[in-house]
């Protein structure tokens, strides 16, 4: 077996794999498993024994799925892409074409830098970043202009990479669930980029666009999804909403892996009096960059010499008001990239003179340092809470379960 074999069986194998996955998926979708926190790691079980099964009794099941097979088969890879650069969806309700006006991936390293002393002392990390600060803007691979037609009170918006299907499977049903609450439209949207490594590409990509065919909710951009390219994702969510999302009232951004309750947001909203330049999140104040080389998020002089950064909220998960999100976007665009998307967002609230409040419901940076500590396992806890990070999907479907059962704490903790 060569390379490419592998390759193909491995691609076969797992495609397999998932189309059982979102076989059982579907036939369940809609059913919240309520009081049965091992139901994920059950059917995990099941269709790792019963993949061949289940992709059988697919076909067997109601016309609708003939659609999902039709997926695989027929369509080639360029036309299933919904809503591609070159189309230009119409929102009537005001007239005006919003379209994604990028439609080239084509940006140069920027060569000039290779010849300055202080650019060589880099290491390689920070040297990709800088050779490709200037790229701003790349075309996108998966679009959903539909997502906020209409009057939107919540839009919830979690930064994803194409991987973790399991995690945004779990948030589907748990937090990120799309839903009226109080009369009011609640709607969810993963943020990918591309796979950072070759096999990722040619493994996922398609398991992506088949997610994205059946759930509708993954905006993807072609750049790569790397850690230092999170500030794109962050300044392409603020241009997307900018472009098609004039009548969302709130925004909740968020990581992946992290717990959400959305009754306490509306519950927070609903009490809270300022509105307008609302960004509330566990907000850092004289946040000193990082310095010590070992550690992840380390910063050159190079890149940044000043002593503190501007307050900023960790990107676990914050919330701010949507017209105020429309003009982050022009923020953003006045100001240089900077490697670490949640300091970077900092700098734009700066430039906005908008200082974010820090609220103890965000708990983005966890709950308790002590790892083992019975505060990380304690439904109560977490039923007072806005966000939490951080939560793996087994335990996050768990936690979600016990806290929307019938909890009974002995006593209210007054966080909101
Ligand atoms: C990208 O841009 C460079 C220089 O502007 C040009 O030479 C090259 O042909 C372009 N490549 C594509 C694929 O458009
Ligand atoms: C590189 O330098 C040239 C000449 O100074 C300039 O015109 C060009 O814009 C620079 N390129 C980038 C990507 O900054
Ligand atoms: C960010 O994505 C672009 C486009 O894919 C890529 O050229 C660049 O190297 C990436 N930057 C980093 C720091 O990974
Ligand atoms: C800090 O960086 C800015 C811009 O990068 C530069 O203009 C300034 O001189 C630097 N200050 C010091 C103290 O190095
Ligand atoms: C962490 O918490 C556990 C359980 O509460 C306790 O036994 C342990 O001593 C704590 N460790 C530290 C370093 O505080």
């Not at 919904?82 to 920027?110: K, Y």
Request: charged share 25%; aromatic share 12%.
């Amino acid at each position: 077996m060569n390379n490419r074999d592998r390759w193909r069986v491995y691609k076969r194998v797992s495609v397999m794999f998932f189309l059982a996955a979102v076989a059982l998926t579907v036939v369940q979708r809609g059913s919240i498993i309520v009081g049965a926190p091992f139901e994920l790691e059950r059917q995990a079980r099941m269709q790792a024994s019963q993949g061949e099964d289940a992709g059988a009794a697919l076909e067997d099941k109601s016309g609708s799925y003939q659609g999902v097979k039709g997926f695989w088969k027929a369509v080639p890879h360029q036309q299933i892409k919904p809503g591609t650069t070159t189309q230009a969806p119409r929102i009537t309700e005001d007239n005006q074409a919003r379209v994604w006006d990028v439609t080239s991936s084509n940006c140069s390293a920027n060569l000039n830098l290779s010849s300055q002393e202080w650019f060589k002392g880099l290491e390689d990390n920070f040297k990709q970043f800088m050779l490709y600060r200037h790229c701003r803007y790349f075309p996108m691979q998966l679009n959903h202009p539909e997502k906020c037609s209409g009057e939107i009170f919540l839009l919830m918006v979690i930064k994803s990479v194409a991987t973790q299907h399991d995690r945004r499977e779990v948030i589907r049903k748990t937090w990120g669930m799309e839903r009226v609450l109080n009369g009011k439209r609640v709607k969810t949207l993963f943020l990918l980029g591309k796979p950072s490594n070759e096999a990722e590409r040619a493994n996922h990509q398609k398991l992506v666009e088949y997610e994205d065919y059946i759930y509708k909710d993954i905006l993807q951009w072609d750049f790569l999804d790397s850690f230092f390219n999170l500030t794109l994702k962050e300044t392409h969510f603020l241009k997307w909403f900018h472009t098609f999302c004039p009548s969302v009232r709130y925004v909740f951004k968020g990581d992946d892996d992290v717990f959400v309750s959305v009754e306490n947001i509306f519950e927070f909203l609903e009490t809270s009096n300022h509105h307008r330049n609302l960004f509330v999140g566990d907000v850092i104040f004289k946040a000193k960059p990082i310095r010590k080389k070992e550690n992840k998020y380390h910063i050159p002089l190079a890149l940044y010499n000043k002593t503190h950064y501007p307050p900023y909220a960790g990107g676990g998960g914050f919330l701010m008001d949507g017209s105020l999100v429309r003009r982050l976007h022009w923020a953003a665009d006045s100001l240089e990239l900077y490697p670490i998307d949640d300091v970077f967002l900092g700098m734009c609230l700066e430039v906005l003179q908008v200082t974010p409040v820090k609220h103890n419901a965000f708990k983005t940076f966890g709950l308790v340092k002590n790892k083992s500590s019975k505060m990380n396992r304690e439904p109560c806890f977490f039923k007072n809470m806005i966000v939490v990070h951080k939560l793996l999907p087994s335990d996050l479907m768990h936690m979600w379960n016990l806290v929307n059962s019938d909890l009974i704490c002995s006593q209210k903790v007054e966080i909101l």
